[in-house]
């Protein structure tokens, strides 16, 4: 077993000699105790999509067993607005299998991500990671297949301009240093992201880059490989906080936002999905698209406007989803065609490869990692177990550039993404028998109807179903609007 993890970047599957998905207690406690571990934080993500932490010093084996084994309370209503005071005690427990060596505590330091228990002891069913989590069983169990998902985590990055070696407005995609200011950074986060777990791709610059009150903004992407999909978010939520972490440190400012200022590239967060089945992914056959592949790309068309409340979350995500941008509007699909909102890349299909994906483009930095997840995995569901996704897939296809004018009849054709909040919330309104049905009949299941009130009321809340000509007509708001999220996700 060793010789099989002494090499992985990830000292704690290298010490354990497992990985990681299969870490126990136990495996935690020996790593602590022969390393010397002096803090173990626990985090875990609350409304606002951000890490929250809860730190203890490792006083002694029995407290370590004690807070590993039963986890600690922490007050529910300060960290999701559908908690009450009244009765807002909630649990965290520790998920072994998400545990890492902290990569910047001069203290040495294991941190492991937290499930939320009610007072019952049970999981939080509000909860966007046990959301998750029945949506990947309720998966399992509806097609006998397991579900597995990929971001590409894109984010700028800003500090002083620096005179040197500039880089065209807007031209900066896969840029090299010196022309790209933040290559080194881009590679250290890589490494750290890497070291406590991530399965990365590669990274590179982006197309954006400009500059904006003496400060430049560098677009820059890193892109995981496809793992199951809860693995999916531990590691895009570990990654936010590592670049965030790190950009502090070099003392730049880092920002997932969906849109900086008008003209220049947004920021997406585009997931690359599969299907495995006995251990193998079923995306081709024969060297084309499988059935596997086209029923779900039925179910992400069929669940689309829906799938904006949980990936375009804010009113800002709605001056990234504009016409005739590379970021999608129309609901349809194609083989390798950026200009729509399900892409299939490029697959190696004629080497056999079972590197094949379907992308769903919709989402940004402002997204719920969890319940955007969620909802992806439910859809795919819906599409492999529905009659008529085939028929759906095959109606909504297309090789066209819909956002050449010559097009615009067809483009017109096609049903539109939510261009607001406002319209996002109505869309999950209509839909939410679609995620509130599990894949055998189950009420509630795997999102609660608690929970998707929750998201309605508060996309809602924004009262933003004007903003665009809003915006327009005032540029301010829109600056106003992006200062507010900044900081997003």
């Not at 228990?117 to 998750?132: F, H």
């Not at 070099?250 to 585009?270: M, N, R, V």
């Not at 508060?458 to 609007?481: C, F, G, H, W």
Request: net charge negative; proline share 5%.
């Amino acid at each position: 077993m060793w010789g099989k993890f002494k090499d992985t970047v990830n000292p704690l599957e290298s010490f354990i000699g497992k990985r990681s998905a299969d870490f126990s207690k136990e495996d935690i406690v020996r790593y602590v105790t022969k390393k010397g571990v002096k803090i173990i934080n626990f985090r875990y993500a609350a409304h606002d999509g951000r890490l929250k932490t809860l730190s203890f010093p490792v006083s002694s084996v029995n407290y370590l067993e004690t807070i590993l084994t039963f986890g600690e309370r922490v007050d529910g209503s300060s960290l999701f607005p559908y908690i009450e005071a009244g009765a807002s005690d909630l649990y965290v427990m520790p998920d072994y299998t998400t545990a890492y060596v902290d990569p910047f505590s001069e203290i040495p330091a294991l941190g492991v991500l937290c499930s939320y228990l009610g007072p019952d002891g049970k999981p939080l069913e509000t909860s966007p990671e046990y959301t998750l989590k029945r949506a990947a069983e309720d998966f399992e169990k509806s097609t006998g297949c397991t579900f597995e998902a990929m971001g590409e985590l894109e984010f700028y990055v800003s500090a002083e301009v620096n005179p040197n070696f500039e880089t065209k407005n807007q031209k900066g995609y896969h840029e090299s240093a010196p022309f790209s200011k933040f290559e080194d950074f881009r590679n250290e986060a890589m490494t750290l992201i890497s070291q406590v777990g991530g399965k990365i791709k590669y990274s590179h610059s982006e197309v954006g880059n400009f500059t904006l009150n003496g400060k430049l903004y560098e677009q820059n992407e890193i892109e995981f490989l496809p793992v199951p999909v809860r693995e999916a978010a531990t590691q895009l939520l570990l990654a936010k906080w590592i670049l965030r972490r790190l950009a502090d440190i070099y003392g730049y400012d880092l920002t997932f936002a969906p849109k900086i200022t008008t003209g220049k590239a947004g920021s997406g967060l585009h997931f690359h999905t599969r299907v495995v089945k006995n251990g193998s992914p079923v995306m081709l056959e024969s060297g084309n698209l499988s059935e596997y592949a086209k029923r779900m790309i039925g179910g992400y068309i069929k669940c689309a406007g829906a799938l904006t409340a949980f990936g375009n979350t804010n009113p800002t995500s709605y001056f990234r989803l504009v016409p005739h941008q590379e970021a999608p509007t129309e609901i349809c699909w194609g083989m390798r065609n950026r200009s729509v909102l399900i892409r299939v890349p490029l697959g190696w299909r004629s080497s056999g490869s079972d590197r094949q994906t379907v992308e769903i483009r919709s989402a940004d930095g402002s997204a719920d990692i969890y319940l955007m997840l969620a909802g992806i995995t439910t859809a795919a569901r819906i599409g492999l177990t529905s009659n008529d996704s085939l028929e759906i897939a095959q109606k909504s296809f297309t090789d066209l550039n819909i956002h050449d004018d010559k097009h615009s009849e067809f483009r017109n054709s096609l049903k539109k993404l939510p261009s607001s909040c406002y319209e996002s919330a109505q869309e999950l309104e209509r839909s939410r028998s679609l995620f509130e049905t599990g894949g055998n009949g189950e009420p509630g299941m795997p999102f609660s109807p608690k929970l998707i009130d929750g998201i309605i009321g508060q996309l809602k809340s924004y009262e933003d179903t004007n903003i665009r000509k809003e915006a327009q007509e005032d540029p301010s708001v829109m600056q106003n609007m992006v200062n507010s999220y900044y900081h997003c996700g």
